[in-house]
C-alpha cells in the first residue's frame, strides 16, 4: 500500500447539508450528517474525511497495482512467477521493467505538422538527405523517431541507410518499424560491450529491446519465431562478417570475358522466379572465383513475389570487397542458374546466396562465387566469357570424361 503524509487544516464547526456520496479517484467528497441542521464537530469531521480518503487511496492503489501486473503479465514472454525460483523471479521483473524502460526508444510524433525548416535541420543531422531529397520520405522518418533521435556512434552509413529503407518502402511493411528498432539496438548493444557471451552465443530482441539470450539455431527455427514475433531479430552477441575477395575481373567493362546472366528460384514456387541480365540498372553480375558466396543486386530480390520470404531478417557487413554496405542471406536453400540470356545451365541448390542492401554506396558488382561455379559444368575460352553445359551435354565429351 502507498504511504500518505497529510496534514490535516484545523477545521471549524459547521452544518453540513446532505449531499450525493461521491467515490473519487485520490479523494472523496461525502456527507456523514444525518440532517441537514445537524452540527458536527471540527473532529468528527476531520476523522470521517480522514477515514474516506485513506479508503479510497487503498482502492486507487489495488487497481493501480493490478494493471501494473497485467500489463507486466503481457509484455512477459516467459512465465517467471514461481515463488519457489527467487533468481527466476528477479530475472523476471528486471526484463519486465527492461520492456518499459528501453534504451532506444522512438518517440513517434502525434502531431505530423513539422516546420520545412525544422525537416531540412533534421534531414541533414542524421544525414538521410544524402539518401534522398524526398521531403515525405523524411517525414516519415521524422515522425517515426521523433526529432531528438541520433544514430548510435558505431553505426556505419550503409546501416543507417538500411534502417531508413525500413521506414519508407512499402516492401517492408508491417514490419518494417519493428526491424529498424531492433537493428538500431543490435548496433547500440554493440557498441555498449554490454553483451555477456557467457549467458549465451545470440541474443532475441523484440520492439527495440534485448528479451534473452540463448544459442544458436537452426534457419527453420529462426523462421518460426520471425512468424511468432513478426520483424524481431535473433543475433549473435559477437558481430559476424562474411568475407568477399576482390578480383581485377570486376574491372573487365570491355570483353565482359567474367560476366554471366544469373537467375534465381524460390525452391517452395518454381513460379517465384527472377533473371537478370550480366549488365542491368547500373550493375554487373561478375563471376568471381575468390568468392565464398553468390551476392545479387537488391532489384532483384525485390522482383520475387515476397522480398521477405526466404531470406533472413537480420543482416551483415562484408568484409573486403563491399565494406561498408550490408548484405543478407536466405534463411533456406534457393535454385540458381547461370548463362548467356539463351542457354542456361542446370539449377544449383545453395544456402549461400546474399543480397546487397539496396542502394549501396560505391558498389556496382552482384558476384557469382564458386559456391555455385562449382556445381556447374562449364569452361572458358581464352578472352571469350564462360560457357555453361548441362549435365546431359557434358558427359557427352568423352576428353572430359578420360575415355576415348
Known amino acids: 500500500m502507498r504511504k500518505i503524509s497529510l496534514k490535516l487544516p484545523k477545521v471549524p464547526k459547521t452544518k453540513i447539508s446532505r449531499k ?31 477515514y474516506s480518503l485513506l479508503y479510497s487511496n487503498f482502492l486507487y492503489t ?54 520545412e525548416g525544422d525537416l531540412r535541420m533534421f534531414a541533414e543531422r542524421l544525414g538521410i538527405n544524402k539518401f534522398t531529397e524526398n521531403k515525405e520520405d523524411w517525414k516519415k522518418f521524422y515522425v517515426f523517431s521523433g526529432s531528438d533521435f541520433a544514430w548510435p556512434d558505431t553505426m556505419k552509413v550503409g546501416e543507417c541507410r538500411k534502417v531508413f529503407d525500413y521506414i519508407i518502402r512499402p516492401e517492408w511493411e508491417p514490419i518494417g518499424e519493428e526491424l529498424a528498432r531492433n537493428t538500431i539496438e543490435y548496433r547500440r548493444l554493440l557498441g555498449s560491450g554490454d553483451l555477456d557471451e557467457r549467458q549465451g552465443s545470440h541474443i532475441l530482441l523484440i520492439n527495440g529491446k534485448l528479451v534473452e539470450y540463448g544459442k544458436e539455431i ?60 550480366n549488365m542491368e540498372q547500373g550493375f554487373r553480375m561478375v563471376i ?76 556496382n558488382c552482384g558476384l557469382i562465387g564458386y559456391d555455385v561455379l562449382n556445381d556447374i559444368p562449364h569452361y572458358k575460352p581464352y578472352r571469350q566469357t564462360y560457357v555453361f553445359l548441362k549435365n546431359d551435354i557434358f558427359n557427352q565429351i568423352p576428353q572430359v570424361l578420360g575415355s576415348e
Not at 343 to 363: A, C, G, K, M
Open 62 to 115: 489495488s487497481e493501480e497495482s493490478a494493471l501494473e501486473k497485467e500489463f507486466t503479465k503481457n509484455l512477459s514472454l516467459k512465465d517467471s512467477s514461481d515463488p519457489k525460483d527467487e533468481k527466476q523471479n528477479t530475472a523476471s521483473e528486471t526484463k519486465s521493467k527492461a520492456f518499459v524502460d528501453m534504451e532506444f526508444t522512438s518517440n513517434p510524433v502525434t502531431n505530423n505538422e513539422v516546420a
Open 288 to 363: 568471381d572465383t575468390g568468392a565464398t558466396m553468390t551476392v545479387i543486386p537488391y532489384f532483384v530480390r525485390q522482383q520475387l513475389y515476397n522480398p521477405k520470404d526466404g531470406w533472413k531478417r537480420g543482416s551483415i557487413y562484408p568484409a573486403g570487397y563491399g565494406n561498408g554496405a550490408k548484405v543478407t542471406q536466405v534463411s533456406r536453400d534457393w535454385l540458381v542458374c547461370l548463362g548467356d540470356g539463351t542457354n542456361w545451365s542446370n539449377w544449383v541448390r545453395t544456402s549461400e546466396l546474399y543480397s546487397w542492401q539496396s542502394d549501396p554506396p560505391n558498389f
Open 20 to 50: 450525493r456520496k461521491t467515490l473519487g479517484v485520490k479523494g472523496v467528497e461525502m456527507s456523514i450528517s444525518p440532517s441537514e441542521t445537524n452540527s458536527v464537530s471540527g473532529s468528527y469531521f476531520v476523522y470521517g474525511y480522514l
Open 218 to 277: 537452426s534457419s527453420e527455427e529462426d523462421e518460426e519465431l520471425g512468424k511468432k514475433f513478426p520483424g524481431c531479430l535473433y543475433v549473435p552477441v559477437v558481430e559476424r562478417f562474411v568475407e568477399l575477395h576482390r578480383s581485377l575481373a570486376r574491372d573487365d567493362q570491355r570483353r565482359k570475358e567474367w560476366q554471366s546472366h544469373i537467375c534465381i528460384r524460390n525452391i517452395l514456387n518454381a513460379r517465384d522466379e527472377v533473371r537478370m541480365a
